[in-house]
């Protein structure tokens, strides 16, 4: 059975309607940026703009900070638990010995603040050695010679 309007119960549809975007209402294209020139985590940063997952900011003007937070712990490294525990048998316990050598084992995480005007974004970075830290560090003041321009 067909019916005339297109539904069963007797309700005509309306024709399709043509939509066209109001001036209000038309997609904004961002400004081409350009190539990325540094990335630290999850910030990804081109030659005008900081590229964030929350939004962009202006790279021009904008703040630096960072800061680090380390922890410190002594442990037994694995090589050390295995060689022990394989030459018990041999020297009848003194292997147990070197379950007493420990080493320092430094975490913890960088973080990394942009402001630019009133929006602020943070990006905590995790790091295993002194060296990521001056890694970061060395990215971030090439970044604030790129937002001194």
């Not at 059975?1 to 549809?13: K, L």
């Not at 309306?14 to 630290?40: D, H, M, Q, R, Y």
């Not at 295995?82 to 430094?106: D, H």
Request: glycine share 6%; with cysteine.
């Amino acid at each position: 059975m067909t019916f005339p309007s297109g539904d069963p119960w007797g309700v005509p549809t309306p024709p399709p309607a043509s939509v066209t975007p109001g001036p209000s209402e038309t997609p904004e294209t961002p400004e081409p940026s350009g190539p990325v020139i540094v990335e630290i985590a999850e910030m990804q940063i081109t030659s005008t703009r900081v590229h964030t997952p929350v939004g962009d900011l202006p790279l021009a003007g904008s703040r630096w900070l960072v800061t680090d937070h380390w922890t410190s712990q002594r442990r037994t490294p694995t090589w050390a638990k295995i060689v022990a525990f394989a030459g018990i048998c041999f020297t009848a316990g003194l292997s147990l010995f070197l379950l007493m050598f420990k080493e320092q084992v430094a975490q913890g995480t960088v973080n990394v603040t942009v402001t630019s005007g009133q929006q602020q974004y943070v990006s905590r970075v995790p790091v295993q050695h002194e060296d990521d830290v001056a890694a970061i560090n060395q990215q971030v003041n090439y970044i604030r010679s790129l937002a001194a321009l």
